[in-house]
């Protein structure tokens, strides 16, 4: 079974070497839609995927990082780089350039790292992330599986290889959340105290 769960944010790049001349040479934003899509093959003894509530946590602090914030491309130039920060309190570092595709890769392996780092406590299938969408406009949008996040060919990603600016870890619901994550250390998510026998 699959659920959906949709974040959006404003976000500001430029996507090197792209077709379009405006996209590759100008700083310009968009109005991102961020899906979500997980599936399991059991539901929990609230007889759901995954709470919609628990996505309201880590997952939504590391994707609302991006909001009214500057994403470049690690490898950009660097006084381009260094305005970015200089200019900007809220920024971010990729290993692989901004664009849509490579947005919806970042997405699904952050939210993949955060499940797998999640110790569950009501009961859950194994849950995984589906797919992650990624809308750059009302009509483009990229979409990534699994196979996509693992693919070298298309850049490789890693937890040390994406850096967040120090405003927006200081906005973290949890500061060291990042840290965490890269530690190992698992995120607790709530005990429940069953009020009715599962029927499951």
């Not at 539901?43 to 919609?52: C, K, P």
């Not at 990082?65 to 970015?84: G, L, R, V």
């Not at 693919?151 to 405003?167: A, C, K, R, T, V």
Request: proline share 3%; aromatic share 10%.
């Amino acid at each position: 079974m699959l659920i959906r769960k949709l974040f959006k944010f404003e976000n500001a790049h430029i996507v090197r070497n792209c077709s379009s001349d405006r996209c590759k040479r100008s700083l310009h934003g968009h109005s991102y839609k961020v899906e979500v899509l997980l599936q399991a093959n059991r539901l929990d003894h609230g007889q759901m995927v995954y709470d919609f509530g628990l996505m309201k946590g880590v997952i939504k602090d590391l994707i609302d990082s991006f909001d009214h914030a500057i994403t470049y491309w690690s490898k950009d130039d660097a006084e381009y780089i260094d305005a970015c920060q200089k200019f900007s309190a809220r920024w971010i570092a990729l290993p692989v350039s901004p664009s849509a595709e490579q947005f919806s890769r970042v997405f699904f392996y952050l939210v993949r790292a955060v499940l797998n780092n999640t110790q569950m406590n009501n009961g859950e299938g194994e849950i995984s992330v589906h797919s992650v969408i990624v809308h750059e406009t009302d009509t483009g949008y990229a979409q990534c599986f699994a196979e996509d996040v693992d693919n070298p060919h298309m850049g490789q990603l890693s937890l040390d290889s994406i850096e967040f600016s120090e405003q927006i870890q200081a906005e973290w619901s949890i500061p060291t959340l990042y840290q965490q994550l890269k530690d190992g250390t698992p995120f607790q998510n709530p005990q429940v105290s069953l009020q009715v026998n599962s029927l499951l």
